[in-house]
């Protein structure tokens, strides 16, 4: 039986010739991607690139029409449903909109992980669900409030406490920073940073956010026209001469960003 906490030492997701599409219609077609233990991983690419359905292919939540996706060293393919499970438990998501139960208080939707995937007291849970509120630096009081009573950026934070509920390794982020001004942004991307480097986490980032790229990320991985277009630190993103990566690692935004002074 295969164990979930393989991969090889440095590759904790690994994705080969992925294929994902809706009718005739491929999204992605051939992408490949590695991503190594502990580093904090950007996905960028072109606005309807297919960097979501990755994202949601990669976890199982959308259908593959081919490839191979490895996630600990499981082939989530080959693995049994008890396999699938047991890495399933060792990640967590946060959806774009944090897609946090509207009906439930914060302390509810992050015990929700940990009531489908434990046995616990009710104690625990409450203890559990109170220390990742002040983990992701909510206030206590942030606990019994509905998530129609939480700014955007307690919204993102109540999500990530639920992400983080079972301690995964691996954290999959879609578009985190969106929707928050460049304060809060900012915040969110330093939590991120702290938390991978306090509890060795994976992130796997979705983002359009070039500060978030330039402070938080260790790698990019650019998507293009379904396939990786290419992977590395910042300093080879902006010496790629594919006219969109040109644009978007070298244009006015980019420069905002203090970006160019890396790509001398
Ligand atoms: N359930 C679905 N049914 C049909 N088409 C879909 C579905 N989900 C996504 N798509 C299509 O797949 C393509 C990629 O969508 P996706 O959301 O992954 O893009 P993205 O790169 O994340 O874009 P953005 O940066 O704008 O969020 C889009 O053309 C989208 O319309």
Not at 32 to 45: A, F, K, P, T, W
Not at 103 to 130: G, Y
Not at 210 to 223: E, G, H, M
Request: aromatic share 4%; proline share 5%.
């Amino acid at each position: 039986m295969a164990e979930a906490n393989g991969g090889t030492p440095d590759n904790i997701i690994s994705v080969r010739d992925l294929v994902v599409g809706f009718g005739d219609r491929n999204v992605i077609d051939g992408f490949d991607l590695d991503v190594r233990r502990g580093e904090i991983l950007g996905v960028v690419g072109p606005s309807g690139a297919g960097k979501s359905v990755t994202l949601r292919a990669v976890i199982g939540l959308l259908p593959k029409k081919a490839g191979i996706v490895e996630v600990l060293g499981v082939d989530l393919d080959q693995a049994t449903a008890k396999e699938r499970l047991a890495v399933e438990r060792r990640w967590g998501v946060l959806f774009q909109q944090g897609a946090l139960f509207s009906s439930q208080t914060v302390l509810q939707n992050i015990q929700m992980p940990l009531r489908e995937h434990t046995s616990l007291s009710p104690k625990l849970l409450d203890e559990i669900a109170r220390l990742k509120i002040d983990l992701v630096g909510l206030k206590p009081e942030a606990a019994d409030r509905f998530p129609s009573e939480l700014s955007g950026g307690m919204i993102k934070r109540a999500a990530l406490a639920r992400a983080l509920a079972l301690d995964p390794d691996i954290v999959f982020l879609d578009e985190p920073t969106a929707g928050l001004d460049p304060i809060g942004a900012a915040d969110f991307d330093k939590l991120i940073m702290t938390l991978r480097d306090a509890l060795g986490l994976t992130v796997y980032m979705v983002t359009h956010d070039l500060d978030s790229l330039t402070t938080a990320c260790d790698r990019i991985a650019a998507l293009k026209g379904g396939k990786t277009l290419a992977v590395g630190p910042m300093s080879e993103m902006v010496k790629n001469d594919d006219p969109w990566m040109q644009q978007y690692f070298r244009g006015e935004r980019a420069r905002a960003a203090g970006i160019g002074a890396t790509a001398a």
